[in-house]
């Protein structure tokens, strides 16, 4: 039976793939190719495969692969695995805001090629921006809910900063350990979701510290380094809102799977409520 779920799998990975190839050549850039110079239609079609049509291929195969479990990772727009998941809270979307104002933490701007521009302008300033934006990232094959940031210095180069998906807002179960192990509902799958301020809400987080910048593999977009010690980054966090009386009841949860080669880590999901 698992030989046959792989098989199944592997020819839908490669259906997908063959599809990205065949959008982004054939219907994207031999076009443009055909209106403009080849150089302003390498960029368009960068822009069109990077930010437009490989995520709506990872939200596809996202729907399609997806286990009902909370994945151990998020993903990038490639498709490739990236940021471990490592923080749950357990808190309505106010709370979740103000838990992190509190401790002098922003909200990430949108990613626009506006925003990215300003941030690579004051990357290479050296110059702040505290809302500098985040290149999305995929959990239940749909962007951030909410993505906040503290700058280390006084430039977008390094900071430290989270992701947070938003899962059960029925409240229909009761604990984090049970939401990452029992996620049914396909509507997590395939919509963004909306949260009322007061509404409880499991917010499952990915927390790294950016250490630099590079460009993603495979979408080549422009993106930042992440420190490879991601438990540092993990306790920091925690560490703040605790210092701030902003969360109780802290508690660790083994991952379900090992974070891999990319990041040294002891695996473990630490689990916290939200006042």
Do not use: C
Request: hydrophobic letters at 45%; a positive charge.
């Amino acid at each position: 039976m698992h030989f046959v779920r792989g098989f199944i799998r592997s020819i839908l990975i490669g259906i997908i793939v063959t599809l990205a190839v065949w959008l982004i050549s054939i219907q994207v850039f031999s076009r443009l190719d055909e209106q403009l110079p080849f150089f302003f239609a390498f960029i368009v079609t960068y822009f069109v495969a990077a930010y437009l049509l490989l995520p709506q291929l990872v939200h596809l195969g996202s729907l399609l692969f997806r286990n009902k479990k909370v994945p151990p990772y998020t993903h990038a727009a490639d498709g490739l695995s990236s940021d471990p998941v490592n923080i749950v809270l357990y808190g309505t979307k106010q709370q979740l805001l103000d838990a992190f104002t509190s401790i002098g933490w922003t909200v990430a701007d949108k990613l626009t090629p506006f925003t990215t521009a300003k941030m690579i302008i004051k990357f290479l300033q050296n110059k702040p921006y505290p809302t500098a934006p985040f290149i999305p990232l995929f959990l239940f094959g749909r962007k951030q809910d909410f993505g906040f940031q503290e700058p280390i210095g006084n430039s977008p180069r390094k900071r430290h900063h989270v992701r947070f998906w938003g899962a059960n807002p029925e409240n229909k179960l009761t604990s984090a350990e049970s939401v990452l192990k029992h996620i049914t509902d396909i509507k997590y799958w395939i919509r963004k979701q909306t949260f009322k301020n007061d509404e409880p809400v499991m917010w499952v987080g990915a927390g790294t510290k950016d250490i630099g910048f590079a460009f993603a593999k495979l979408t080549y977009q422009f993106s930042h380094k992440v420190d490879a010690h991601i438990d540092e980054e993990r306790d920091h966090i925690l560490g703040e809102l605790a210092k701030a009386t902003k969360i109780s009841d802290i508690q660790h949860i083994t991952s379900p799977l090992p974070v891999g080669r990319k990041f040294i880590s002891d695996g473990q999901i630490v689990t916290a409520k939200l006042h």
